[in-house]
Every structure is written in structure tokens, then in C-alpha cells.
């Protein structure tokens, strides 16, 4: 068992994200819902014959460098795993029930990991002062560590990608065409030689150096890129239609892409509100010494504190009061939207007195636009927002818009925390603080408080530059969020996309008939209805009573973009 704190299982942990990107390639997800074309299937396990001899020769080479004995018991176990399966190669194609494919030249892609691979087990390593001149034993076994940091993503990747398609498969259906493809890759003997592999390079690492450790994490980030690359140009075009990447697959020729999405919790990992109280605790005494005519009067630290802790809790009661109140009523048979609504309505009126609270007690007075921009700009967004909005924006062949829509009290916090890497082009709805002279005066400039006022904002975008209602309907909608207060605009979106786990979103949705379904599953079932023939059932459409649920951007990356 690879130790949970293992160098193999930190790096994995590191860069699992970019194994979504395979996950989500159109061969995967055709592969997935058994559409895949055959004889692009057959090219691809063709190449598994020179990967196989790679990693021989690869595993011969670190056997080599290793200094103890154990260690090159343990690699060259490794390598005859690795050349059973070679010889076992078109045996196991039959009894899997596939055509057994000709061997042919390795791809361009297929070559970039193997000459990668070699280069790497024979000395050759960017970053080493003199490469390809390893001599010492000592540097030696570093070449082996080095060598399986090349090796054990490549077989952790095929694993970890087998196991989530497996997971989404009925396990009673037996027709599937590559369920013995799948089952192979996802079995408990192919995890131990993932295990097997990483245990190894837990062992061989132990006594690099910093400056080595880094070097060996390039490499083993190298490996899944490369292996990414692989996947998504394995060498044949897939001939069936395919739903991902979007932004491909979808014409968006006369056809605009328009991106909303929430802020808090959504693109950040705190929520906006601890962010501004935390300014005005900070910043008290900086305010109380200015000494202005205007300065307005301000609590002391202390009571601040107490009184923000008051507002949260009385906040969160009674939030999930309304939520269960909501939820306790009648449950309604399938999707039913307006009663939703209805629903909802009880939320804004618990919105407007939970802001009318946070004016009244004067905790927002004070602050200064200096200190909230600044904190904006300090804002960390969550792992992969800003480079899927900066590459979104950047793609020639989109023609793209993007909406922050927010309950957040302070839009320039948010136009702040998007200001640098070309983001400055994000469109802010959200309220906004009054300013005296550049400094809060406590009131909120309320824009938006509830459910149905964003969906107003939603709607009000999509209408706005239109000259006809046809021009209306040449958006293709896609809505980021996680919170209640999203609920609608996600229904209302051609692709509502959930991140995040919030439970009362959940337990409202199960309330009302709307299905949470992971994206990627979702994925495979249009394909599998594209290859069909159901044209309509895959086309994306509003108020379709399902929203889409992720746990990474990485997944909306990859969705919309590709790699």
C-alpha cells in the first residue's frame, strides 16, 4: 500500500487535475459510452506495444542504476510484469473480443513519451548541471528515481481514468464493447502494478536532495502531459459527431457563448463577507487616527468582532429555518419550475431582512476603497478559475461573453479580484457599498438579494444587446454556480454546472424533481445518444430539470475548452 504521505501519492494528489483532461477527451468519453469507431480503437492499442518496450527497456536501464540489491529485485519484478504483458499483448486483444491490431509506427505523440522515457533512464534530465553524465553510484540511483518518476503516472493515469469509467457503468450489462478493456485497467492487479511502481519510486527518492525532488517532480508532471497529449492525439480522427470539447463540437458561428457565474464560493473559497469583516476589524484603529472631518463613527475591534459573529449565526439559522420550511411542504412529482419560484420567494423576503440587519448595525462603515481593492487583488480564486476564464476569453474561435453575478455587498471586491491576467473584461452584477470621499459609509446599493432578482440580471443580459428575439436565442447559456440563490439562472441556462457541495441546493433540488447528475456521466450518455441518432435529445436546452455537478474547474476547463 503506497503510505498516504508518500512522495508518489503527494505528486499524484498535485497534479490529478490534469488527468480530467483525458477524462474528459473525446476518446474517452466515446470509449465510455461504447460509440467509440473500432479502427480508431485499434490504432490506439497498437500503440501500446511500443509504450510496453519503452518501459522495458526503461525499467533494464534503471535496474541498472539501482545501488541495493532489494531495489533491483524490486525493478526487475517491474520489467517482467511489463514484458508478460507484451507477449501476452494479442492474447489478451482476442479474449477481450477485439480484433487484434497491426503494430505500425509509433505516433508523434506516442514518440514524444517513449524518446522522453529513454532520454530521462539514460541521463539525460533537464534541470542536472551536467546531463547525460551521471557516473557516481549515488547519482546512479538518483537516474532510477528519476526513471520511475517517468513510469509510475503513466500506469497511475490509465488506472485512475479505468476506475471513474467503470464507476458510471451498469455492471450487469454485458454488451458493452470494451467493458473487458475497461475491466483490465481498472483491476485489482493492474492497481497493485500502479502501486508497485509508485512504492518503488518512494523508495529510490527518499534520499534526493531538495533541489533533485524538484527536478523529479518536473519530471513525473512531464509524464501526465505527455500522456494527456497521447490520449488526445492518438494518431486517427474519431469519424462519429462528439459533445466535448463545447467548443469545437458546437457552431458558434452566428452564436454567442455566454458564460455567468456566481463569485462567492463558486470562483472563491471564502465567502465574500468574511472577507469585508475581516478589513473592517483590521483596519480600525488606521481609520480612527485619520483625524478627518468626515470620518465616520466606528464600533472598536472587539465589538465588531462580536457583532459580525452575531450577524453570521443569526444568518445561518435562519437561512436553513427557511430552507427546511421549504422542504417540509408537500414534495412534488417531478420537475415542477414554477413552484420552485414560488418557493424561492420566501428566500428573498429572509434576504432583504438579513441585509437590512447588516446596514443597521454599522459594521460596514469605514472601509476603505483602497484597503477592499487591495484585499480583492490579494483574493486567491479557486484552483483553475482565472485560467479557464483567461483562456476562454483568449479563443479566437468563441466569440464569448462572462457575467459575475453575485449577492456579494461590494462589487469592487470582485472587479478587484479579477483585475490582472486580462480579466478586467468580466462583466460585474452584483450590490455595491456607498462611499463618502472614497470611504464606506455603511448603506448597501442593493442590486441583488434573491433568486429571482439574479434571474432578472440573467435574463436582463441575454436580452440586452439583442435587436429581435431571435437574436435572443443565438446565446449558448452556460451558468457557474453552488448556492441557492443560483438555483434558477442554472435552470434557466442552456448548461447549468454545479460546484460545489452545497446541501441545501440538493435537498431543495430533490424537493422539486431537479436531477444532480455528474458531468462527466452526463457526457456519456449524450454521446451515447448522438451516435444514435437522437440528434434532439442532445441538444442543449433550458429547463430541462437537470443540472450538471462538478468538483474542480478543471472539469469546466476541460468540458468547454479541451486541453
Known sequence: MVDEAGLARRLWIKFKHDSVFALYSPFF???????????????FVSQDRHFLKAFALAYEMAEDCAGDDDDKVGIRALRKRVVLRL???DKLMQEWGLEVPDEGISNDATTKYTDFLLATASGKVEGERVPGKIATPFEKTKLAAYTLAA??????LYAHISNEIQGILDPDDNGHIYKRWIDSFSSKDFEATALENEEMLDKLSIYLTGEELEILEKLYHQAIKLEVDFIFNSGLPIPQKDVVPLSRVHDFTNCH??????FDLACTAFDSSAILAEIAIRTVPKTESHGSETQ?????????KSTWDILSTQYTEEFEQCVETIVTSEKVEGFRYEDLCKALEQLAEFERKANERVVQSGVLKGLSLEDIKRAGQALILQDGCRSFFQK???NENLKTDVHVLSYCWCSDLIASAFSSGDLNVLTVHSNELAYEELVTTGEIIRKLESPLEKLQAFNGILKGPCKSIEEEHKHLTVY?????GDFLCLLQADIGIVIGSSSSLRRLGD???????????GLVKRQRNLAADEEGSCQWKPLSGTLYTVSSWAEIHAFILGT
Open 151 to 156: 513510469v509510475a503516472p503513466f500506469i497511475r
Open 480 to 484: 457557474i454556480g453552488g448556492s441557492v
Open 87 to 89: 507477449q501476452l499483448h
Open 257 to 262: 457563448l455566454t458564460i455567468l457565474c456566481d
Open 511 to 521: 424537493h422539486f424533481g431537479v436531477s444532480f447528475v455528474p458531468l462527466f456521466s
Open 29 to 43: 468519453v466515446s470509449l465510455a459510452s461504447a460509440t467509440l469507431d473500432s479502427q480508431t480503437f485499434r490504432h
Open 392 to 394: 476562454t476569453l483568449k
Open 296 to 304: 465616520l463613527v466606528r464600533l472598536s475591534s472587539a465589538d465588531l
